[in-house]
């Protein structure tokens, strides 16, 4: 049922419908309009849809830098963008975008599997949708990510870097993400080809909606079994969980901290790795992802295919021979810091270097 049919029985139904409705409505924000469906001449109307917005990186990063690239390379083209961590919001929201009869989609799946209905929605509507950053099932047209198993590696790598003669036999925990979320394994796997025979792996965890709270509470149980002193190292999937997994080491008094990784680059993660609590993040330069969506979406929407972007194809579960772009990730380290995410735009020394870390950045020569 698409959203006009559900929005017209919500009065019929329970009050978390409603809710549902009007979470799906508010998370709707048209981003720039110079024509509409069809677009006329060469304007289009395109969807994006981001599994989280405001602080998270997809609303600091990603969205933004969508949003000026479609303007360089479609300035009459209508944008209307949505944004929710809930799976089932994303599926209504993606079901109104059908009925508004977009001219192409940009959808980040926030559960791939769940969203594959609304997929199939929109190909039988004839509406191109391409995947970022997650491999959405279903009959979608082109993908743009990061190389996820090169993400596991450096992050396999850099830990066993920090660790030392520890590497050698040394125990670790692994703190992966959701498993609704195919990346997820994509990087433990990654990790997993450079970690194995070479560390013992005392605890594993599938983090529940990649949420820090759940990485709180499973890494609270690893100190609690395997006992703090003998985690030599932990592989933290990202920096939301790294952050967790050190405050868990915190509340329980274990010094010195073991190595630990992360990933996205968030600035609490960089300014961890600054302090010295982190020993890496992985930076995905989000810019040249945002402009192969949008490269690839524009050319979708006027008729073309994403193989003109395409620089090879990947498999889903549901799809073979998906047109994709996977763009290398970046390894950042404190010695670093400077020479990428800095030059780079991402941060400012001033948004890095605040009072708490000031001296942490003399240290790491970024102030003076």
């Known amino acids: 049922m698409g959203l006009s049919a559900g929005l017209q029985a919500v009065k019929r139904r329970s009050p978390g419908r409603a809710a549902m409705a009007i979470a ?5 924000v048209l981003a720039g309009a110079c024509g509409g469906s069809g677009g006329g001449g060469d304007g289009l109307s395109v969807g994006v849809l981001m599994p989280g917005g405001g602080a998270s990186r997809f609303g600091r990063f990603d969205r933004p830098l969508i949003e ?18 809930d799976p089932a919001v994303q599926r209504q929201q993606l079901e109104s975008m059908i009925t508004r009869r977009v001219d192409v989609l940009i959808v980040a799946a926030v559960d791939p599997e769940l969203l594959l209905p609304s997929v199939e929605d929109a190909h ?41 003669r520890k590497a050698d036999g040394g125990q670790i925990v692994m703190m992966n993400g959701a498993t609704t979320d195919p990346n997820a394994g994509w990087f433990e796997r990654g990790a997993l080809s450079v970690l194995k025979g070479k560390v013992k792996i005392g605890k594993s965890y599938d983090t529940v ?65 600054v302090k010295g609590d982190q020993t890496m993040t992985v930076y995905k330069p989000f810019k040249a992802a945002a402009d192969a969506a949008v490269e690839m979406a524009v ?37 670093n810091v400077k020479d990428t995410l800095i030059k780079d735009g991402i941060y400012t020394v001033a948004q ?17």
């Open 209 to 273: 909606g990649w949420r820090p709270e759940n990485a709180y509470v499973n890494m609270t149980g690893a100190i609690a079994a395997l006992g703090g002193a003998h985690i030599n190292g932990v592989l933290a999937a990202n920096d939301s969980l790294a952050g967790a997994v050190i405050s868990a080491f915190n509340a329980t008094d274990v010094t010195p901290l073991p190595p630990v990784t992360g990933q996205d680059a968030d600035l609490a993660g960089v300014q961890r790795v």
């Open 299 to 335: 050319a979708l929407g006027r008729g073309r295919t994403a193989g003109s972007v395409a620089t090879g194809t990947v498999d889903s579960p549901t799809t073979k021979d998906i047109p994709s772009v996977l763009l290398p990730a970046v390894p950042v380290t404190v010695r």
């Open 24 to 28: 799906v409505a508010a998370g709707l």
């Open 68 to 85: 000026e690239k479609l303007r360089q390379m479609c300035p009459h083209c209508s944008v209307t963008v949505a944004a929710t961590p």
């Open 124 to 164: 039988r509507a004839g509406i191109p949708v391409v995947a970022y950053d997650r491999l959405a099932q279903g009959p979608i047209d082109g993908y743009v990510s990061f190389d996820g198993a090169q993400v596991g590696r450096l992050q396999g790598e850099g830990l066993l870097k920090a660790m030392g």
């Open 352 to 368: 890095i270097c605040t009072p708490e870390f000031r001296s942490a950045c003399a240290k790491a020569g970024l102030v003076r």
